[in-house]
């Protein structure tokens, strides 16, 4: 259950061919440890390396730019292991296959943690590649290698990877990539770990080492559903008067987006998407049961689930609180597709609630509903009418996130866009979602910084589609992850950021609001430790220090309109372009409402 990447995906295109080149070498045989390792990462078609240069990986470093020239993989220096690891991140959100990313020994290990457990919640399958100072001390440099050298270094991450390993000779390298990387690509998808050894990445090959046959060691793991478990749901299916769909996790194929449409239609099936993760089913469809949601806390969503049926879950992030908090019926039957279950573990609880299921389907939801789809012999209606128009809310004193919205919206235009992150702020209903790469989802883990990163390699992954990258990030995410602008203007990546500047960190004020109102304490101390003013941070400074073409502060309508149509040409023409939108701190109200509410997160 190999995850296929859609023929209709955008075929990437390598990173400039003037960046980077390196002066040729004589001799091009494979003579050390890494060179076997290098040779092994090209013949799993890893088309780049995210990397923060390290000693501990010097060896490998020498290798990817000296004995296959930069090429196949092209290295992307980064300024943040974190950063490196999100590039990967993104990259696979578009393309559904991994990527590599290289950390510096434990140290740089510790920096990449949370961007390796983004993936990991995200389901996102990313090749992390470590290394460690000589396992045989009598190699050891003074001082530095030791304090560079762990027992088990994979144990750092152990319990947010799908798979680790610090094999022991080069030929155990090569292997241990394939596997990694065959673990990764597999549905349930998520990052694996392996650790060279510094000595081994140096030392003289006695004899040639054979590259491992990638097409015969990890072939592609068929998971479709069993012809028992199709007949039992289509029996289900077809009994229902009154089915919801909950379509969540997702890849961008397109066949298994068309499969979603056109089983809904045929069941006359309400749809509900989740804001957390890429676009699953077009958000303006007259099934879609109101707005994409990242909680179901009311509303034509949860009256959708409270009157089903049947509900058939695809992969939903979190089905026993959907169903708890929308009062889905006790009768109601329920079907889960997913095949999550298999890298549950006792550490991360992000498995959620155990959930009422009548049947449980364990296979990768995208196949499963292409089969049902074919077995109802659905297809999807053309759709051809327009998009709803892009409504301004009323200027005031001050600019919102929705005025940042729908501005931008109509600013674009008709062009194809991909929104590559959105911040918490957001409502579902502002941005219509027709296509798998319109929106690629959130960070996964909850991790602030990750969002400029994960743009970036997504950004990447879609060069040369004809889709413009579009990054939305508030400020704090901006701020943790902003040297992400530097790779991507280094290495041309056409992307455009809208930083949405509320000035506070203001997830957290409504936190402090909650606990002091439980409290019965002054709600208006919430803001203190978290407003970030006296200075207020210029952020679009910050991007021209990098290279890219800053904007900003916007403080009206009219300022933004003009810095969208500027930033807009910067990324048609290749550019990078970071607007700094000064909006009030606020959410969308439903976002609001789940913030306060007491119990939630």
Known sequence: MTRRASEQLPVPENGDGAIERPVRTGGNAAGFGSDAVAETLRALDIPYIAVNPGASYRGLHDSLVNHLGNEQPQMLLCLHEETAVAIAHGWAKVTGRAMAAAVHSNVGLFHATMAIFNAWCDRMPVLVIGATGPVDAMKRRPWIDWIHTARDQGAVVRHYTKWDDQPASAG???????????????????????????????????????????????????????????????????????????????????????????????????????????????????????????????????????????????????????????????????????????????????????????????????????????????????????????????????????????????????????????????????????????????DGGGGIGGGPGISVGAALALKGSGRMPVAICGDGDFLMGNTAVWTAVHYRIPLLFVIANNRSFFNDELHQERVARMRDRPVENRWIGQRMADPE?????????????????????????????????????????????????????????????????
């Open 172 to 442: 155990a390298a090569c292997e241990s990539l394939v596997r990694a990387n065959w673990i990764a690509n597999t549905v349930p998808q998520g990052p694996t770990y392996v650790v060279l050894d510094a000595e081994m990445q140096e030392a003289k090959l006695a004899a040639p080492i054979a590259i491992p046959d990638v097409a015969r060691l990890s072939p592609p793991i068929a998971s479709g559903i069993t012809a028992g478990a199709l007949d039992e749901a289509m029996q289900l299916l077809k009994a229902a008067k009154s089915p919801v769909i909950l379509a969540g996790r997702a890849s961008r194929r397109i066949d298994a987006w068309s499969a979603r449409v056109g089983l809904a239609e045929q069941l006359n099936a309400r749809v509900l998407t989740d804001i957390k993760v890429g676009a699953s089913f077009p958000t303006d469809h007259p099934l879609h049961a109101g707005d994409p949601v990242m909680l179901v806390p009311g509303g034509e969503a949860a009256n959708a689930i409270a009157n089903a049926d049947l509900i058939l879950s695809l992969d939903w992030v979190d089905l026993a609180g959907a169903l708890r908090s929308a009062g889905a019926k006790p009768s109601a039957k329920v079907i889960q597709i997913s095949a999550d279950q298999q890298i549950h573990n006792g550490w991360s609880m992000d498995y959620q609630a155990l959930a009422p299921v009548d049947l449980f389907v364990g296979c990768d939801p995208d196949e499963a509903v292409i089969a049902l789809a074919r077995a109802s012999n659905a297809s999807p209606a053309a759709r051809v009418q327009p998009r709803a128009l892009a409504v301004m809310p009323s200027e005031g004193t001050a600019l919102s996130v929705e005025h940042l919205a729908m501005g931008l919206r109509r600013a674009l235009g008709e062009r194809a866009v991909s929104l590559t992150h959105l911040p918490l702020s957001w409502n579902g209903g502002w941005w219509p979602l027709r296509h798998p790469l319109d929106f690629l989802g959130s």
């Open 537 to 601: 941070i210029d952020i679009a400074t910050m991007a021209r220090s990098q290279g890219a073409e800053g904007y900003g502060p916007v403080r009206t309508v009219a300022e933004m309109d003009k810095a969208y149509a500027d930033a807009i040409a910067v990324v048609e023409a290749g550019g990078v372009a970071v607007i700094d939108v000064r909006v009030e701190p606020g959410y969308a109200a439903a976002t609001t409402n789940v913030m306060l509410r007491k119990g939630a997160e």
